[in-house]
């Protein structure tokens, strides 16, 4: 079956553009998550949804990241005026519940900012 | 493909050793750990899961501990083989549904 895919897999901004991330998630799950991923760290946690409804934005570094997931199914982050220090590997994941559960992780996509 | 874990503490086996990765967790309210294995260029990919109230679980090949007095997880994986090789991360759920991860352990398998 489809797991969790995203696009675009590579992604160069130049410094100030605005980039859209998007994540389509294994058919049917609740739950879905971005994280942030720096090289050579773990994922770091940035935003939550459950079906349409985003639950936890808590992780947002800035106010400069957006993410929507409007019929609770496809969702995209947003980075508007992206600067350096946004460049990472941006990470989707999809839960089947809205409990603790195992997470499916896509390829995420990575972002240069020049 | 990018690489996954350029300065992280690495372990290194020969192939058909077994292996032990350790992670220390941080909050003693989490309920819900899981192990995931990250090539590099790819998303994390489940590996196994232990709740709280339990503190071995057996998968193929691998077996987690959980050691909830002094916040420990190890992921032992049996037989080490070169498709092992890989960052491992553990993570842990804090209530918040979002997984905090660790900062993971890189594995080499030396033929």
């Given at each position: 079956?489809?797991?969790?895919?995203?696009?675009?897999r590579?992604?160069?901004?130049k410094?100030?553009?605005?980039?859209?991330?998007?994540?389509?998630?294994i058919?049917?799950?609740?739950?879905?998550?971005?994280?942030?991923?720096?090289?050579?760290?773990?994922?770091?946690?940035?935003?939550?949804?459950?079906?349409?409804?985003?639950?936890?934005?808590?992780?947002?570094?800035?106010?400069?990241?957006?993410?929507?997931?409007?019929?609770?199914?496809?969702s995209?982050?947003?980075?508007?005026?992206?600067?350096?220090e946004?460049?990472?590997?941006y990470l989707?994941?999809?839960?089947?519940?809205?409990?603790?559960?195992?997470?499916?992780?896509?390829?995420?996509?990575?972002?240069?900012?020049? | 493909?990018?690489?996954?874990?350029?300065?992280?503490?690495?372990?290194?086996?020969q192939?058909?050793?077994?292996?032990?990765?350790?992670?220390?967790?941080?909050n003693?309210?989490?309920?819900?750990f899981?192990?995931?294995?990250?090539?590099?260029?790819?998303?994390?990919?489940?590996?196994?899961?232990?709740?709280?109230n339990m503190?071995?679980?057996?998968?193929?090949?691998?077996?987690?501990?959980?050691?909830?007095?002094?916040?420990?997880?190890s992921?032992?994986?049996?037989a080490?083989?070169p498709?092992?090789s890989?960052?491992?991360f553990c993570?842990?759920?804090t209530?918040?549904?979002?997984?905090?991860?660790?900062?993971?352990t890189?594995l080499?398998?030396?033929?």
């Amino acid at each position: 079956g489809a797991g969790v895919s995203q696009s675009p897999r590579y992604k160069v901004a130049k410094r100030g553009q605005d980039v859209a991330l998007r994540c389509d998630p294994i058919s049917g799950h609740v739950s879905l998550f971005w994280y942030q991923q720096a090289l050579g760290q773990g994922p770091e946690f940035l935003t939550y949804f459950q079906n349409e409804a985003q639950l936890d934005k808590s992780g947002l570094p800035s106010d400069r990241f957006f993410a929507e997931r409007p019929e609770g199914s496809v969702s995209t982050l947003k980075i508007q005026r992206t600067q350096q220090e946004d460049s990472a590997v941006y990470l989707c994941a999809s839960s089947p519940t809205g409990g603790p559960d195992e997470q499916y992780f896509g390829p995420g996509t990575r972002l240069t900012v020049t | 493909g990018e690489s996954v874990g350029l300065h992280l503490p690495t372990l290194s086996v020969q192939e058909g050793d077994n292996s032990i990765i350790n992670c220390a967790y941080s909050n003693s309210a989490s309920d819900y750990f899981i192990w995931y294995k990250q090539e590099s260029g790819k998303g994390p990919q489940f590996i196994i899961d232990i709740r709280s109230n339990m503190d071995k679980r057996q998968g193929q090949r691998v077996t987690v501990l959980l050691n909830k007095t002094v916040k420990h997880l190890s992921l032992q994986i049996a037989a080490t083989q070169p498709g092992d090789s890989a960052v491992y991360f553990c993570a842990e759920n804090t209530g918040r549904r979002a997984l905090t991860f660790g900062s993971g352990t890189r594995l080499q398998v030396q033929p």
